[in-house]
């Protein structure tokens, strides 16, 4: 969409971004290393962002306008909410896919 020719390699903390301008030959790399965390509510809105400068709904300034403040704004949930469903779903999946036992899920919820 933006006519960039870019390849990244992502290792958990850490991506590494090359890109080549058409017009200029020098080989741009930037390093960007961040905390590892999922928020799959920012991630949602970050994609609805992408999808709205694909479908050219918005324009690149506003887009970058609304990712600065997705990353600035808080969590949806607060830690302690997120550690206790995050117990649940691995307490859940246990016997479904490991034939994990009710004596074994005390232990898979932790």
Known sequence: MLGLQVESFYKPGCM???SKEMIVPPLQVHIVQCT???NL???YDTHAVYED???KKTMIEEATARLDNIKTQSDK???QIRIVMC???SA???PVSY???AIDLPSIFL
């Open 16 to 18: 590494i971004i090359s």
């Open 36 to 38: 590892e965390w999922l």
């Open 92 to 94: 859940y999946i246990g």
């Open 77 to 79: 949930f607060p830690p």
């Open 53 to 55: 400068v694909i479908h």
């Open 87 to 89: 117990g649940l779903a």
């Open 99 to 101: 034939g994990a036992r």
């Open 41 to 43: 509510a920012k991630l």
